[in-house]
């Protein structure tokens, strides 16, 4: 069983070697570009994965934070800080707009609590600007997320396709050295066949683990950006709730 493994193995990758070997100049130019292509898609996976996994991490981090206190400004005004979590840009952003309505600065310094104890309720017409602000940084943290994947969508789509064009090329030069010679043999037309395929077998290589990696990193991006939103419209209730005037409203149904 082994004696007959061995073989085997020795055979597949001597003929990966001997396909390499008898590859023409356009074949390895093609064979160039897919392994550049294949190292930008694997940096681009790796980077993406350790993003998201920090992400997830730091999201469930602050939202315990900011859930087991019903003061909304409370990790605002304590400068506490959770890098690497995308709702806290939006958190961010939201406080920052707030503050800014309530007191006219976002700078948190020593008599900050003091001013938003006694700072007015803002307007419902000043709080669609907070929400505004809120919009747009989940739009700018979406882009943030979503940026590089167009490289991952490119192996994905044209790595076969280049692989391909090795192949054809490939095997059109064997059959136009067939022509020339005048006559077809197996022993003459099997280099340059074998050195054709091997393109498409790299593009296969670079496409699939790419297919892989963006079909993960596209749905687990998307449910960022949903809890993006999700998260925004809460703390866009708790702010209504705690610093928004609402008696102009009132008074005009009554």
Request: with cysteine; proline share 3%.
């Given at each position: 069983?082994?004696?007959?493994?061995?073989?085997?193995?020795?055979?597949?990758?001597?003929?990966?070697?001997?396909?390499?070997?008898?590859?023409?100049?356009?074949?390895?130019?093609?064979?160039?570009?897919?392994?550049?292509?294949?190292?930008?898609?694997?940096?681009?996976?790796?980077?993406?994965?350790?993003?998201?996994?920090?992400?997830?991490?730091?999201?469930?981090?602050?939202?315990?934070?900011?859930?087991?206190?019903?003061?909304?400004?409370?990790?605002?005004?304590?400068?506490?800080?959770?890098?690497?979590?995308?709702?806290?840009?939006?958190?961010?952003?939201?406080?920052?707009?707030?503050?800014?309505?309530?007191?006219?600065?976002?700078?948190?310094?020593?008599?900050?609590?003091?001013?938003?104890?006694?700072?007015?309720?803002?307007?419902?017409?000043?709080?669609?600007?907070?929400?505004?602000?809120?919009?747009?940084?989940?739009?700018?943290?979406?882009?943030?997320?979503?940026?590089?994947?167009?490289?991952?969508?490119?192996?994905?789509?044209?790595?076969?396709?280049?692989?391909?064009?090795?192949?054809?090329?490939?095997v059109m030069d064997?059959?136009?050295?067939?022509?020339?010679?005048?006559?077809?043999?197996?022993?003459?037309?099997?280099?340059?066949?074998?050195?054709?395929?091997?393109?498409?077998?790299?593009g296969l290589l670079?496409?699939?683990?790419?297919?892989?990696?963006?079909?993960?990193?596209?749905?687990?991006?998307?449910?960022?950006?949903?809890?993006?939103?999700?998260?925004?419209?809460?703390?866009?209730?708790?702010?209504?709730?705690?610093?928004?005037?609402?008696?102009?409203?009132?008074?005009?149904?009554?």
């Open positions: 069983m082994a004696a007959t493994l061995f073989p085997t193995i020795f055979l597949a990758s001597g003929g990966i070697l001997f396909a390499f070997d008898h590859s023409t100049l356009p074949g390895k130019l093609i064979l160039f570009t897919l392994f550049i292509a294949s190292i930008f898609s694997w940096s681009v996976m790796v980077t993406k994965f350790r993003l998201v996994r920090r992400a997830q991490t730091r999201r469930a981090q602050f939202l315990e934070s900011f859930r087991s206190d019903r003061q909304p400004l409370r990790i605002y005004t304590d400068r506490t800080r959770y890098d690497g979590a995308p709702v806290f840009a939006v958190y961010r952003a939201g406080c920052r707009e707030l503050t800014f309505q309530l007191l006219g600065s976002a700078e948190v310094d020593e008599t900050f609590r003091a001013r938003l104890d006694i700072a007015q309720r803002i307007s419902p017409a000043q709080m669609r600007v907070v929400t505004t602000a809120m919009e747009r940084a989940v739009g700018e943290t979406a882009l943030r997320l979503e940026s590089q994947m167009i490289l991952l969508a490119t192996a994905v789509s044209g790595a076969p396709f280049l692989g391909l064009l090795g192949t054809v090329w490939g064997t059959f136009g050295d067939v022509a020339a010679a005048g006559s077809a043999n197996l022993a003459a037309m099997a280099p340059g066949v074998s050195a054709a395929l091997i393109t498409t077998v790299t670079v496409a699939i683990p790419a297919m892989f990696g963006y079909n993960y990193l596209v749905t687990t991006i998307r449910a960022m950006i949903v809890g993006l939103d999700n998260f925004a419209a809460e703390l866009s209730s708790e702010f209504e709730h705690k610093y928004v005037d609402h008696g102009e409203r009132a008074k005009s149904w009554t």
